[in-house]
């Protein structure tokens, strides 16, 4: 086991982290500074070292006027204020109220407060390291009194390993510490006390404060959140946690070794459970489909066998027929198209049938490319005559952009559609698209890429690509095609006119069987049986977003425990985690979009076909929207249009399909000068508010406007309102009422970008 672990660790450039999955918190350094007199400015000095997971705190406080504070800085960074910490007692003037900054920069700097008009004022520095760099300390709580009255205040911290710090001004004297470490005194004028707790009890209410006071004062207070969650729910007991840089931790499960078993000869063979049940992890993937023939035309890619794969499929001791797809042939005979790909299926003596329909065949001049687990390309001048995918298996096949011109398009893949031909005249053929990631053997590999259509003309038009995960080269004038990869259902590539150059036949498909290897389930079967060790990481992660007040819908594709899905992984629910009940949802089977595992930095996604899938809720349970801020992660996987709509009164996020620009309308449109990248991850906040509506990508304001005034209850996700389909991954999506500060957005905003390695 310690050879496997090896090899994982260098792969990844990590390291092993010892001990608790959360970093304990340190305390760096705590310096204070008090004004001589009346000042609108107080500058500190202080020295923050080069730690990891820095945060500094800054616990500002005024005495004897009532000026508001306007701003905290570090070294010129603006400090956020700690939501709900500001506290303020009206008879003597005391005023108290806590900032923060992630990561600040280190080395001897400045603290500078400024304020609303001329008071006494203090500031007292903590700097703390291994604290969580989205979402550093908890929401704030705050007491004020006048004389005689108890100087405390109750924190609730709900995280373990949290801390607790607090800090007081009084009008002329304070008690002694209780539930906390006092860390700095400041003595002019008004009395300024700050401390911290290092071991609170976690999820109970714990007082703090400075005693009984005969002075009034005011208090405030908060919890600092360690760095790193808790383990979680889906990792073994016995794993280690790997972090590969401050940002990104996994777990590496090492509870025992996994049993699999594959199947690769063509044909029919048998999995025997001999004894024993439980859930197996499965592979199907079908044959490719064969390039065609050029004939008079260059023909087109095959499609890519299908693809599906799932985990939690119930075994029992009986016998489950195995059948492996053969590749589609290629047929170098007049004008021709190849033949389709074999099926791959798991049936059981009784249970439910799992089947990967073979790969469409590529088109020539005469028939199109063939429907199948992906779509085989069209031939040059067949435009629209691609073959189309099946959901939850595979892509369409590429078209021959120009009619009556030269290149095919390439076969659809098991994660993209076939590359149309482009280039002048679209001499060149597209490009096979690509298939999925999979480690069920540990290792990743690639399955179920589609194959290169062919190109038209002299030795200097490019070659057509095939897809990842086994597809063949598309042909070009004399330089021949290739054939699918066997044992990926890859599709072939497609044969060029020019010359009359073959292209190649599809891969064979595969089926593989994973289950743990912990003695509940004995089975025979398959061309290889191996034990290998889960290559499966888990990305540390938190699954709850920064307290912001208004929200209305959080749906987020981590979190297993919110989405309802199939056998085939088809999605008829994804629930809403924001305490509002929005759930979305998709009835009919053939428009449920897709739950994919593993695709954004070890994470889960939810795809989107781009032809018929949506998924919808009618109206929110509080009502329309009049204003709204949203942030959603996700990536456009090819040129669409709409991506989230408004159900009812159109708030429209979309992408113009003309100009490829970020577009928003509630009534008006609004258009960005940036131009959407596909096939990127991107986090964006759309903010619907009228005149004042901005639209931001990756953390950079790339529009602001005027959208209208129109009301936003519902939405469509996927799709315009049953129109303008979609192709692409979500990743999550938030939805509040109401508008942003600055600082709500960027703790969202950083949240989102960490989680989801952005």
């Not at 970093?23 to 730690?51: K, Y």
Request: aromatic share 8%.
């Amino acid at each position: 086991m310690g050879k496997v672990y090896s090899m994982v660790i260098k792969y990844l450039d990590s390291k092993r982290i010892v001990g608790l999955s959360q970093s304990s918190i340190a305390h760096d350094t705590t310096s204070s500074t008090e004004s001589s007199g009346s000042v609108s400015s107080l500058t500190h000095s202080m020295t923050v070292a080069d730690n990891s997971n820095r945060v500094l705190i800054a616990c500002v406080s005024s005495y004897g006027s009532s000026p508001t504070i306007t701003g905290v800085t570090w070294n010129g960074d603006t400090m956020t204020a700690v939501p709900n910490s500001e506290s303020y007692q009206a008879g003597s003037n005391n005023r108290t109220q806590i900032y923060y900054i992630i990561s600040p920069d280190t080395g001897s700097h400045n603290i500078v407060a400024s304020f609303s008009g001329s008071a006494t004022c203090g500031i007292g520095g903590m700097s703390f390291y291994n604290v969580d760099q989205t979402t550093p300390v908890g929401a704030g709580n705050t007491s004020s009194a006048t004389a005689t009255a108890t100087s405390s205040l109750a924190l609730t911290p709900t995280v373990t390993g949290s801390w607790i710090i607090a800090m007081i001004s009084s009008s002329s004297s304070v008690g002694t510490a209780t539930g906390l470490t006092q860390s700095y005194a400041l003595n002019a004028n008004a009395l300024v006390r700050g401390g911290r707790n290092e071991s609170p009890t976690i999820g109970s209410a714990n007082t703090v404060g400075w005693g009984s006071s005969s002075s009034s004062h005011a208090m405030s207070g908060c919890a600092i959140i360690p760095y790193g969650d808790a383990k979680p729910t889906n990792v073994q007991d016995n794993s280690i946690l790997v972090e590969k840089d401050t940002a990104n931790r996994y777990w590496f499960d090492l509870a025992g070794d996994y049993k699999v078993h594959k199947f690769t000869t063509t044909g029919a063979s048998t999995f025997e459970v001999t004894a024993g049940s439980g859930d197996i992890e499965y592979l199907v993937v079908a044959g490719g489909g064969g390039g065609g023939y050029a004939g008079a035309a260059n023909a087109g890619g095959g499609g890519a066998g299908g693809y599906k794969t799932a985990t939690g499929y119930a075994v029992t001791a009986q016998n489950y027929a195995i059948t492996v797809g053969s590749g589609g042939a290629f047929l170098p005979s007049g004008a021709t198209s190849g033949t389709a790909g074999g099926d791959s299926s798991i049936v059981p003596t009784s249970g439910t049938t799992i089947t990967s329909d073979g790969g469409g065949y590529g088109g020539n001049a005469s028939t199109g490319g063939g429907n199948g687990g992906s779509g085989g390309g069209t031939a040059q001048s067949l435009n629209g005559q691609y073959g189309t995918g099946i959901a939850g298996q595979g892509y369409r096949g590429g078209d021959s952009t120009i009619g009556g011109k030269w290149g095919g398009g390439g076969g659809g893949g098991a994660s993209q559609v076939g590359f149309d031909s482009s280039g002048s005249n679209s001499r060149i053929g597209g490009n096979g698209g690509n298939g999925f990631q999979n480690d069920i053997t540990g290792t990743n590999i690639y399955y179920a890429g589609g194959g290169g259509g062919s190109s038209h003309g002299s030795a200097t038009e490019a070659q057509p690509q095939g897809g990842l995960g086994g597809g063949g080269l598309g042909s070009k004038n004399l330089i021949v095609g290739s054939n699918g990869t066997d044992g990926l259902g890859g599709g072939g590539g497609g044969g060029s006119s020019s010359g009359w150059t073959t292209g190649g036949t599809g891969g064979s498909g595969i089926v593989i069987i994973r289950y743990l290897n912990d003695g509940s389930i004995t089975a025979t079967g398959g061309d290889s049986v191996t034990n290998t060790p889960p290559a499966t990481w888990t990305k540390q992660v938190s699954s709850t977003p920064p307290t912001v007040a208004g929200l209305t819908l959080h749906l987020d594709s981590s979190d297993a425990s919110t989405i309802t899905k199939d056998g085939s992984n088809l999605v008829s629910a994804w629930n809403d985690k924001s305490g509002q009940a929005n759930h979305i949802t998709q009835a009919t089977g053939s428009k449920q979009p897709l739950w994919v595992d593993r695709v954004q930095d070890t994470l889960p996604i939810i795809r989107f076909d781009g032809t018929d899938d949506f998924l919808k809720i009618a109206s929110w349970s509080g009502g329309a929207l009049a204003t709204s801020t949203s942030y959603m992660v996700f990536n456009p996987t090819s040129s669409g249009s709409t991506w989230f709509d408004s159900a009812i009164n159109r708030t429209v996020w979309l992408m113009n399909s003309g100009t490829n620009a970020f577009q928003m309308y509630s009534g008006t449109n609004m258009q960005s000068t940036a131009t959407v990248v596909i096939d990127e991850w991107i986090y964006c906040q759309i903010v619907s508010a009228g005149a004042s509506s901005i639209i931001r990508r990756d953390g950079i304001t790339i529009a602001t406007g005027d959208t209208g005034s129109q009301s936003f209850n519902g939405i469509y996700l996927g799709s315009g309102q049953n129109t303008a389909y979609s192709p692409i991954d979500v990743a999550e999506l938030l939805v509040y009422e109401g508008t942003h500060s600055t600082s709500d957005r960027d703790v969202i905003e950083a949240y989102l970008k960490k989680k989801w390695g952005l």
